[in-house]
């Protein structure tokens, strides 16, 4: 599987980005999908999961209430509704396929991934 993720850019803070990511060919019903970003300097960190199903959604505390994770099976895509955005948001975003139906928080749950996409947003 190759993940093609788009949609990043330069924004100010308070403006909104949505993110996608579609697989190269039809990812399983089995697995769960998820986002997470790595700032300069810092190590890649957790920001949405979504179930195979696309019925449970998990986010991290610092996203939660201002991003959206969601998915279409039709196009084997994901995507990282982003609302408020805020200068620490900041960061190359990668999507990825899970190993399982609950993808959890945890980077090694995922063995796909994509190739990242940069957002920045300005103060």
């Known amino acids: 599987v190759q993940l093609q993720a788009s949609g990043g850019g330069l924004v100010q803070a308070g403006g909104s980005l949505r993110l996608s990511c579609t697989a190269t060919?039809?990812?399983?019903?089995?697995?769960?999908m998820g986002w997470f970003r790595q700032a300069p300097g810092k190590e890649r960190e957790f920001v949405a999961s979504i179930s195979y199903n696309g019925g449970s959604t998990a986010y991290a505390d610092n996203v939660q209430g201002r991003f959206t994770i969601s998915r279409d099976f039709a196009s084997s895509t994901v995507y990282l509704r982003m609302n408020s955005l805020k200068p620490e948001d900041t960061a190359v975003y990668y999507c990825a396929v899970s190993r399982g139906s609950y993808p959890g928080r945890e980077v090694t749950n995922y063995n796909y991934w994509g190739q990242g996409t940069q957002v920045t947003v300005s103060s």
């Open positions: 060919r039809r990812t399983s019903s089995n697995n769960g």
